[in-house]
Each structure stands twice: as C-alpha cells, then as structure tokens.
C-alpha cells in the first residue's frame, strides 16, 4: 500500500510545502457521540508536492481490532456505515480478523511520515507546517484529533478542502467547470484521496490558472468522489 520518493527539495515559503492528505473509514458520523464511541477502521496519508503535482508518498492501513470489538462496532454503526462497509470490503476484512495495526501504531508512523516529508524550516528562515487536505477534510480532522491527536498537532489548522472548492466553482461558474470521475466512489481511503487530488488538479488547471483554461492536468480516472 506504500510509496516513497525522497524528501521535497526546497519550500521557499510558509505556502510552498508539501501537502498532507488524509482520509478515514470509520464505524459513525460527525457527532460528539459518534466520534468518541466510534472506531477508525482505515486511515489513508499521501503527501504531493506544493503544486499538487507529484505523489510523494502513499499508504493506507487497516486498522486492527479484536472481532469482538468489530462486532460490537458493526451492529452499533449507523445504518448508512454498515452498508457502505459492507459493499467496500472493510467489515468482512476486520472481522477475518489477524489484519491490520493498531491505531497506536499506525499513528507514530504517520508522525514518522509527516515530519519526514512536511515538516521543517523553510528557505526564508520560517517554519513549515502543512495544511490537512482532503475532501469534507473537516470530518476527518475532527475524528483524527480525537484518536491521533498526536499526528493533528504536528499539522498546521487550516484545511484545503476540495469539496469547498467545488460548491465555489459550481455557485460561481454552474456547469462550466465539473470535475467528474468515471468510477464510481470506492469508499476506500487511497481512492477517496486520489479522487480528492485529482480533484484540485482540475480546478487549478481550469479555474485557477492565470492563462484561463489551460488544459486538464487531473487524471479524470480517478476513483470516486467520497
């Protein structure tokens, strides 16, 4: 699930680092309840470069429970999570059981990771600290505060979130500009990603470029939207 090239050569400024980009599969919703009650059940982490043009590390984990605390989860979970887990493939592999990492685990790696490749001093002498990109990044960062509060911290506060992006190029320009994958959503993390980068990548070539339409640089076969 893993892929590294080396370390960003330079950040010339507090905006022109690597990107951190996360997702979760999780056993709830968004509330208080939900997010402290509920389990993560899969975590994705790629980090690209400033432009949002190369992937500079991909991986996913599964995360490992007891069956019994999965059960337990499972028939807990809102009815919307149950079916998505299902179709997706997660409850069967958690509850085969021997798969997986602890959440722990999982955390100090993805710490190892962002303070690898996001972390650090930039050529002007200031800090660096990535934003959390992603799609509904809130959502994940409200459950990744909770049970990796430790990853959380070593992130700047603010979100890039591609969803925003979207309602904002859709309220301003309606039909002009949609991005649309071909495959449907997998809900799996790396997917959900990809889908999220690929995403910007549109609008950056499309909407945001100085040049007008500058032409597609997003691989528009990404998997589906989350």
Known sequence: HSARTGRANSM?????????????ECTGLDTVADITNGLILEVGLVIVDADVTEELFAESWVIKYDVEV?????????EKVQTMHTKNGLW?????????????????EMCEIVRHFAL???????????PLLGSNVGFDRNWLKYHTPGFIRLLD?????????REIVKRRY?????????????????DDI???????????????SP?????????ESAPGAK
Do not use: M, W
């Open 157 to 165: 506060y603010h979100n890039i979130d591609v969803s925003t992006v």
């Open 194 to 208: 990809r889908y999220s980068i690929a995403a910007l990548q549109y609008y950056y070539a499309h909407v945001f």
């Open 120 to 130: 650090g001093v930039t050529e002007d002498g200031n800090g660096y600290r990535s």
């Open 12 to 24: 010339s400024s507090n905006s022109s680092g690597p990107l951190v980009c996360a997702d979760i």
């Open 70 to 78: 999965v059960e337990a989860a499972c028939e807990l979970a809102h």
């Open 92 to 108: 069967e592999e958690l509850l085969a059981g021997g798969c997986g990492k602890p959440l722990a685990e999982v955390e100090a």
């Open 211 to 219: 040049y007008g339409t500058a032409g597609s640089i997003a691989d």
């Open 174 to 190: 309606c039909k002009q500009f949609q991005f649309k994958a071909n495959s449907k959503a997998s809900h799996r993390v790396l």
